[in-house]
């Protein structure tokens, strides 16, 4: 993996030669990616592989015009070559209008989620999780298909006013789909960490293969408006609608769920449930943040939604000039929590009277940004509870659900404990209504 002199070293060549053939600013990045996997399917081992790339982009301004140029060469000539091409492409692009001076010197601190464990994979302890889940699979009579990845990111960053940072992030994931032979039965779990020894695979493929044998021979069911628990999986399906919405500027030029009457934005209204807090924290232990936004402003704990509340949207760089406030300090991630204790998966289905069960939603897609409004189809497990029981598993159905009244605060019955889906750590959700609009036949 590329260090830290090694990445800053190559940047600086970069900013140099630009400044030698006519650029008044700049800003060279480089992203280092090492990435290996291994996948199977139909119960066996398919492939097994390993990626490196460097990729090093140059942005320059001459005369507030800009120009890009992308390359992968480290080499001395090729960073020249690479510079020329940014300063050409600007001499003959238009007066960028949203121009700000790069930035300058700043503070930052080390990012938290980096194992040595996840680098440096090894190997055969990767053949003996692979061997269990594949065993697992066996023994219970269903197919299996998965994907077990482990990767190192390392990210530079320099400006021609100065500013430099260097950091190194890890991930692990591990994702199973578990099919019942009869072709009725589906089930998936995922889960990941930058610290592959706190990856639980024999949890994954457990909980995959338990899913898709009690998601066996589902009952029809009539689509409507149900009382719905939906596992963390489901929740984080969701969620990243709701987050791509939280910014200032499309929030003030009124194309936002957030944006109010008069030119003015929902700040400061009890939009969601009091229990709900959302925010971003570049320091938290599960899911720990880069420590500067992609704008290189460095993060800071950000509460987005507090007690229901909305309390803050994110403001970029321009943004925050234009409207003469300060670039948020994130955010970098995403923590959905309860205010309150947690319930139990447990305790929310002996709490419900009536209603379904949902593992997770697919094929998500926006139909109406102002109420993030979203449609897409249950998958890999929906079961009817009944008087505090799971009773069968019924077919799959697509829905028709606005995120906002989803968690108002008259839907969410209760909130489970946080699970990681990088980039976000949310939790199962209990809700009084969430409405279904035709059945699917998918499995």
């Known amino acids: 993996m590329v260090t830290r002199d090694e990445a800053l070293t190559i940047c600086e060549t970069v900013l140099a030669h630009a400044k030698a053939v006519g650029a008044a600013d700049a800003t060279v990045s480089l ?31 001459v005369g507030r015009r800009r120009g890009t140029s992308v390359g992968n060469d ?20 238009p007066v960028h209008r949203e121009y700000l001076p790069t930035l300058g010197p700043q503070s ?27 065993s697992t699979c066996r023994s219970a009579k269903i197919v299996g298909a998965g ?79 149900y009382p719905v628990i939906l596992e963390a999986q489901a ?27 008069d030119g ?14 959302l925010f971003s924290d ?28 909305l309390e803050n949207l994110a403001y970029s760089r321009f943004w925050a000039q234009e409207k003469k406030k300060d670039p948020t300090p994130g955010p970098v991630n995403y923590i959905l929590e309860s205010s309150q204790a947690p319930t139990s998966m447990d305790g929310m289905i002996k709490g419900m009277e009536r209603g379904l069960l949902i593992s997770r939603f697919w094929y ?15 998958r890999d497990g929906v079961w009817w509870i009944e008087k505090g029981q799971i009773r069968n598993p019924v077919g799959n159905l697509r829905f028709n659900q606005s995120v906002l009244a989803m968690l108002a605060p008259w839907n969410v019955e209760a909130i489970g404990v946080p699970e990681r889906k990088a980039p976000l750590m949310v939790p199962a959700l209990k809700l009084s209504g969430f409405t279904f609009t035709s059945v699917s036949d998918a499995i």
Request: hydrophobic letters at 40%; a neutral charge; glycine letters at 8%.
């Open 147 to 225: 994907f077990h990845s482990a990767s190192e990111v390392a990210t530079a960053e320099a400006t021609a006013n100065g500013n430099r940072r260097y950091f190194r992030s890890t991930n692990a994931d591990f994702s199973v789909t578990a099919r019942s032979t009869d072709g009725t039965g589906s089930g998936y779990f995922s889960s990941d960490h930058f610290d592959l020894s706190k990856l639980d695979a024999q949890q994954v493929v457990e909980q995959a293969v338990n899913k898709a044998i009690r998601s066996r021979q589902p009952k029809p069911i009539e689509p409507g408006v």
């Open 74 to 93: 480290p080499g001395e000539a090729a960073l020249r070559q690479l510079a020329d091409e940014a300063v050409q492409i600007a001499k003959v692009s």
């Open 282 to 309: 570049p320091m938290h232990p599960e899911l720990p943040g880069t420590p500067a936004t992609a704008e290189g402003v460095p993060a800071a704990r950000l509460s987005l939604v507090r007690n229901g509340v």
């Open 108 to 134: 930052y601190g080390e990012h938290r989620g980096y194992a040595a464990a996840t680098a440096n994979v090894d190997l055969n302890a990767r053949a003996k999780t692979l061997d269990a889940a594949l």
């Open 264 to 277: 003015k934005s929902r700040l400061g209204e009890q939009l969601f449930n009091e229990k709900l807090n």
């Open 364 to 378: 998500v897609r926006l139909i109406d940004g102002r109420a993030i409004m979203l449609t897409g189809l249950t």
């Open 31 to 61: 992203r280092g990616t090492q990435q290996s996997h291994a996948r199977f399917a139909d119960n066996r081992i398919t492939t097994s592989g390993r990626a490196d790339d460097l990729q090093i982009t140059a942005t320059v301004w």
């Open 235 to 261: 929740v984080a399906d969701l969620i990243g609608f709701l987050t791509n919405a939280l910014d200032a500027r499309t929030t003030d030029e009124g194309r936002s769920a957030f944006s109010g009457k």
